[in-house]
C-alpha cells in the first residue's frame, strides 16, 4: 500500500506541476486513501507482534 501512495503522490505532483488539476487531484485523494489503509494496518500488524510477544514470554 505505501508503494502505492507513493506512486500516486508522484503522479499527483507530476500532474499538478504541469497543470492537470483535476487529475492531480483524484490522485491525491488515491494516494490519501492508500497511505491511510497503510497506517491502519501497519497499527494492527504492531499490535498483533507485540501480542505474540507477550503470549511468548
Known amino acids: ?3 502505492y501512495a507513493i506512486i500516486f503522490g508522484l503522479i ?3 500532474t499538478g506541476a504541469l497543470g492537470f488539476s483535476r487529475v492531480s487531484g483524484v490522485a491525491a485523494t488515491i494516494a490519501k486513501v492508500c497511505f491511510a489503509i497503510f497506517l491502519i494496518l501497519f497499527v494492527i500488524a504492531i499490535l498483533a507482534v507485540i ?3 507477550k503470549l511468548a514470554f
Do not use: R, S, T
Open 1 to 3: 500500500m505505501l508503494k
Open 12 to 14: 499527483a505532483l507530476v
Open 51 to 53: 501480542g505474540a510477544f
